[in-house]
């Protein structure tokens, strides 16, 4: 089974910072996609930003604010939020897609999610 640990939400103003933080562990055999998704009240979940082999992606409405990171020894990823807005407060998701032994096969994992709000 693997599990996945959010941690850095929190109450900022607008123009702030804030980091977020998401440790996968469990019997990992490979991780290979990292990302975040968001979703604010109302709204459908949207992705935010991934990291895998291939390279970065991100939302358009984040980009040169937001930058994704990920430290693979520690199978954790980072979210990096500058200049934070008040339209991207939600509860951000971390998800990994993973390959687990026995048997091998790919999972699909979600975080319970950390609360974002920026006030105006």
């Known amino acids: 089974q693997v599990q996945l640990a959010e941690s850095g939400g929190g109450l900022v103003q607008a123009g702030g910072s804030l980091r977020l933080s998401c440790a996968a562990s469990?019997?990992?055999?490979?991780?290979?996609?990292m990302g975040w998704h968001r979703q604010a009240p109302g709204k459908q979940r949207e992705l935010v930003a991934a990291i895998s082999s291939g390279g970065l992606n991100y939302a358009e409405s984040v980009k040169g604010r937001f930058t994704i990171s990920r430290d693979i020894g520690v199978n954790t990823v980072y979210l990096q939020m500058n200049n934070l807005k008040p339209e991207d407060t939600a509860v951000y998701y971390c998800?990994?897609?993973?390959?687990?032994?026995?048997?091998?096969?790919?999972?699909?994992?979600w975080g319970q999610g950390t609360l974002v709000t920026v006030s105006s």
């Open positions: 998800n990994i897609g993973a390959v687990v032994p026995n048997p091998h096969r790919w999972l699909d994992v």
């Open positions: 469990g019997n990992i055999f490979s991780i290979n996609v």
